[in-house]
């Protein structure tokens, strides 16, 4: 469906859960308190709004946390929702502890893409960032997916006097297997508000200094807004998505909702429905169609991130909006 800027929504991420293994600094620290489960949505609830969703030709779906893999059942509900007829794309977004377990299934059933968070190649900074000593099961995991002919991306923040020195690194796994890597601007969020980024269009100059032999990547690579570069000499290509910095709204295509159940049309802004209130209290199928249009018709055009301080921006850290 259209909004009411004539974008095309088609893409929704779907928190399932607002837990997570890692306690990544920007993200989750220890000290964020978790919803409580009569809160969270129901793989029921989450499958009836998707079914809804389709009806109005939102047909792509991303399946994000928390950390989606710690939720049981996952795997089981991306296997009923890539059944549907009329769903386009299932994919996942993880941090990859868990990946190795369940790739196998995954390519069973189909699903189309996985998207690892992955900010360093660098175990003591890797366990600094998230809290967890993981870097080997993670890497381990990726070329488990990657070998079995799962389609797989890495996205990297890169942040200032944390991991910046380690940023070129990352450029070796796409240099030397199929899969791209995607540089993401920090997001000025929750405690990503307290983290300086590195400026993305340096960063490509730089890159594109150090492997001049390339091209744009005209074709569309994925659901979001990444520009891409590919050196001749690599496999995968090079992603760079700065969305303070490179403002796409006006292409954005995408809603979220949150593992509580919020609809949520904009990043920045509050703005939104609950969608598990409707559902909870007996609204019908057609009835919940009729809400998921009404609220997406009002997305609105731009977000604001960057300037002053404004009340409708939601200030819910990231793992409660969801990834």
């Not at 900074?125 to 080997?136: A, K, N, R």
């Not at 609809?263 to 909870?280: A, Q």
Request: glycine letters at 10%.
């Amino acid at each position: 469906m259209k909004d009411n800027y004539g974008r095309e929504i088609e893409y929704m991420r779907i928190s399932i859960t607002d837990r997570c293994n890692f306690r990544c600094k920007y993200c989750m620290p220890c000290d964020v308190p978790f919803i409580p489960h009569e809160q969270i949505l129901s793989y029921e609830e989450i499958y009836q709004i998707c079914e809804s969703a389709l009806k109005l030709g939102v047909n792509r779906f991303k399946i994000t946390g928390g950390e989606p893999l710690v939720r049981k059942g996952c795997l089981d509900f991306m296997r009923k929702l890539k059944s549907l007829p009329e769903t386009r794309q299932v994919t996942i977004t993880t941090n990859g502890l868990l990946l190795g377990e369940y790739a196998k299934e995954m390519k069973e059933i189909g699903i189309d893409g996985i998207n690892v968070s992955l900010d360093t190649l660098d175990r003591d900074t890797f366990c600094h960032l998230t809290g967890v000593d993981g870097l080997e099961r993670v890497l381990d995991s990726i070329y488990t997916a990657y070998n079995l002919g799962l389609k797989v991306k890495i996205n990297c923040v890169p942040l200032k006097n944390v991991n910046e020195k380690d940023t070129f690194r990352m450029l070796e796994i796409c240099k030397n297997h199929s899969i791209d890597v995607r540089f993401i601007e920090i997001m000025p969020i929750g405690y990503g508000k307290d983290y300086a980024g590195i400026t993305l269009t340096n960063l490509e100059r730089r890159i594109r200094e150090m492997y001049p032999n390339g091209e744009e990547v005209m074709r569309k690579l994925g659901n979001g807004p990444a520009r891409y570069y590919h050196p001749y000499e690599f496999r995968g290509s090079i992603g760079f998505i700065d969305s303070i910095h490179g403002k796409f709204c006006d292409k954005c295509n995408r809603v979220r909702i949150t593992s509580e159940g919020f609809l949520k049309t904009c990043l920045y802004y509050n703005h939104g429905v609950s969608l598990r209130d409707y559902i909870r209290q007996g609204g019908s199928q057609e009835g919940l169609i009729r809400l998921m249009q009404e609220t997406i018709l009002k997305k609105p055009g731009e977000h604001h991130f960057g300037n002053c301080e404004d009340a409708q921006e939601d200030t819910r850290k990231m793992s409660q909006i969801g990834g």
